[in-house]
Structures are given as C-alpha cells and as structure tokens.
C-alpha cells in the first residue's frame, strides 16, 4: 500500500472495476464522474466522492482517467477547470483512455511545463481483465515516472510495458485494436460457419481454441455469441470511436488499413441499427442474418 492519494475519473464498464481493485489494495481513493449515481458501488466500498475535476485534483497526488471519447479527455486535461490547471505541483497523471497519441503527445507537453508527470497508458482485456487486475496496460512515458507508478498499474494489470514516449502507449493500443477488428470478423464467420454446418459451437471451440486459430477473441468472447449473450464487455460504440482513431494514425504514418476499414464498415452498420451499446461480439448478427 502507498501513502499516494489516487484520483479517479471515470466509472464505465472497466473503469469501475479497476478503481475497486484500487481500494482493495488499500490505496485512498477520490472519485470524480458526471453522473454521481454510477458511483454509488465506489463509495460504499470507501471512495471519496468529490464535486468535480478540479476538487479532485487539488485534493490527489496520482490522478488515473478512463473516460469515453478525446474529446472527454482534452476537457478533463485541458480544460480550464482540468487537471492540468488544478493538480499539485509534481503530480502524477495517467490516461488509461483510448485516445489519439497526438493528443497525448499534447497533454505530456503542456504537463511538463507545469511541473507535472504524465503517462498514455491505454489497457486492454475487457471487463474480465479489469474485474481480475489482468489489463495488459500499454504505457508511453518517461521512465521515471513510469516506474513511479508502476505499483499502481501491478493492481491494475499484469502485462505492463513502457512501449516509449509520449504517445506511445496510444500507438500500442492502436495495433491492438487493428490486430481484433480483422481477429473480430473470423471469430463471428467461424462460429456462423460451424452452425450451418450442424455442428455443436462450442465443441468446435473446445477444438479450436488451443491450435493456431486461438486468440483472446476467440477464448472469451465467441462463448458470449454462442451463448447469445450481448452484454457489454467493450461497448461497440468506443470500439468504432478506436477503430476511427487507428485508420486517422494510420493514414497519418502512410498506411493502409483494408482489414480494419472493413470491420469498421461492418460495426457502423450494426450500431445503426440500434446496437452500438452493445457489446463487441454481437459483430455475430451480422453473419447470422444473412
């Protein structure tokens, strides 16, 4: 246990969990989201609720956010009620939010002029990952500060790797998500393929899953479509905010992304048919409904 005051933003579908691993581990912990109610589990377990960014800031030594959209993170950082203008001198700042590396690269910038340590530390394992602390957490930062508050991310994860600087945590996070959405659409065509065939899907999973089609995907959430079970571990709504990212970077670094721009195309389509708070397995009824 460290005598560090954490701050945290942001009470989602992972964010909840890893504050609460957080408190179990006996760090204090203040807690900031817009919508106090999704609080409510924090509290009772011994959080400190505070009335907005900037209380929380003045009243934290570590600050970890894990908030929707970039546009939810240049507000929370650096907006002028932000944390970068309200956080003590020497601070420690960690953004676990999937965002863009420029804007990282930004909020490091402007951060180090204030006196003020900033990481990109983007996870990834879903909602399995943050309730058990198994996130690989993808850190871009100074080395110091990322061996600060490497206790901190241990609660949290367990593959945990300082990718470089600014924004390279993002970048990381960016070949994680082109690496699922192509991973995503052989998932969803395989287990369809194994239904019309008339075989029983998850006694091909049981075959499939240890050889050299295995993946995270596959293990975890193929069960979930088969189950028909489309609960939220990862909203697809912030899998196509990711996706967008990844093809902007990319096109930034001079790549193409053919794989990722399909699966993009393919979950837009299913969000505009009212499924975009579902979870990202429900790619299923794509295949299905053909």
Not at 140 to 157: C, D, K, N, R, S
Request: overall charge negative; some cysteine.
């Amino acid at each position: 246990m460290s005598a560090k005051t954490i701050g945290f933003i942001g009470t989602g579908v992972m964010g909840s969990s890893m504050a609460a691993n957080l408190l179990q581990a006996g760090y204090a912990l203040n807690i900031y989201t817009r919508t106090k109610s999704k609080a409510k589990s924090l509290i009772e377990l011994g959080a400190t609720w505070k009335e907005s960014v900037k209380e929380l800031a003045e009243a934290s030594d570590v600050m970890v956010t894990i908030v929707g959209y970039p546009s939810d993170v240049e507000e929370v950082y650096l907006g002028k009620d932000g944390l970068l203008e309200h956080a003590k001198p020497g601070a420690y700042l960690i953004d676990m939010t999937t965002s863009k590396p420029s804007l990282a690269q930004r909020i490091f910038q402007k951060a180090h002029m204030k006196n003020l340590h900033v990481l990109d530390a983007p996870v990834s394992g879903g909602d399995v990952g943050a309730r058990n602390g198994t996130l690989a957490i993808m850190v871009g930062g100074e080395t110091e500060a990322f061996q600060e508050m490497l206790p901190i991310f241990q609660v949290m994860g367990e593959n945990i790797q300082l990718q470089g600087p600014a924004g390279s945590g993002q970048h990381t996070k960016m070949s994680n998500q082109i690496t699922i959405a192509s991973n995503m659409i052989g998932v969803c065509e395989a287990i369809t393929y194994a239904q019309k065939a008339g075989l029983n899907p998850s006694k091909v999973l049981d075959s499939i899953t240890t050889g050299a089609a295995g993946s995270w995907s596959l293990n975890n959430l193929a069960p979930r479509m088969i189950a028909g079970n489309y609960e939220p571990g990862f909203y697809i709504k912030h899998f196509i905010k990711d996706m967008k990212i990844a093809i902007e970077s990319a096109q930034e670094l001079g790549l193409t992304t053919p794989g990722l721009e399909l699966s993009l195309s393919l979950y837009e389509k299913l969000a505009s048919e009212g499924e975009e708070n579902s979870g990202t397995q429900a790619l299923i009824k794509f295949f299905q409904t053909k």
